[in-house]
């Protein structure tokens, strides 16, 4: 079956610019999340819905950072006012139920680069 | 809070020969640990995970990694490596308390001919 699809593959943004990223799940997984990684590091947690709603938004590092996933299944990560050190690529993921013993299947991630 | 360390950027090793890909974690509760490989220019897969039970775990491609409670360690090794095994492996822990992953810095499997 489709794995967990992330698009764009590719953003170029200037700084100041609004950017929004999707991310199609897995049919039928109920956990979403979504990682940010930078050069030469590991994936950094931003934010984990269970269904529709935000579970833990803790890893959200300001205000300008923002998800939605209104029907369960598809997610928007919004960015407003891009910075330059927003430059990542960002990494979705998805799970059958949400348990922390969960396999998280992830997606081939979106580069952004903001000039 | 929890962290995980991964001691090693960058391993270099000759075909054939064997390896092992440390990781070190912390964390003030049962966890659970997974280590995920990432071909180039490919998504992060899951190569292994412990639970619970079996301190040891095999997983694919041949690799296997040991839960040491004690000294908090979940090393990963291979008995012997091939070309294709090169890329970027991640450990990475959860708790009950928090579902999302945690992950190291990754360190980069060089196999060389």
């Known amino acids: 079956g489709a794995g967990v699809s992330q698009t764009p593959s590719n953003k170029v943004t200037e700084k100041g610019k609004y950017v929004e990223l999707r991310c199609d799940p897995i049919?039928?997984?109920?956990?979403l999340y979504w990682y940010r990684q930078s050069l030469g590091q590991g994936p950094e947690f931003l934010i984990y819905f269970q269904g529709t709603g935000a579970a833990d938004d803790s890893g959200l590092p300001n205000d300008r950072f923002f998800a939605v996933r209104p029907e369960g299944s598809v997610s928007t990560l919004k960015i407003q006012r891009t910075e330059r050190g927003d430059s990542a690529v960002y990494l979705c993921?998805?799970?059958?139920?949400?348990?922390?013993?969960?396999?998280?299947?992830f997606g081939p991630g979106t580069r952004l680069t903001v000039l | 809070a929890q962290s995980v360390t991964q001691l090693d950027s960058q391993v270099p090793v000759f075909e054939e020969a064997p390896v092992e890909l440390r990781c070190n974690y912390s964390s003030s509760v049962s966890v659970y640990l997974f280590w995920y490989v990432q071909y180039p220019n490919q998504g992060l897969q899951l190569l292994l995970k412990y639970l619970s039970g079996s301190t040891l775990v095999k997983g694919i491609n041949g690799f296997e990694a040991e839960f040491n409670k004690s000294q908090t360690s979940f090393h990963l090794r291979k008995p012997s490596v091939h070309i294709s095994d090169t890329a970027e492996y991640f450990c990475?822990?959860?708790?009950?308390?928090?579902?999302?992953?945690?992950f190291g810095s990754g360190t980069r499997l060089q196999v060389q001919p």
């Open positions: 993921a998805s799970s059958a139920t949400g348990g922390s013993d969960n396999e998280q299947f």
């Open positions: 990475a822990v959860s708790s009950t308390g928090r579902r999302a992953l945690t």
């Open positions: 049919s039928g997984h109920t956990a």
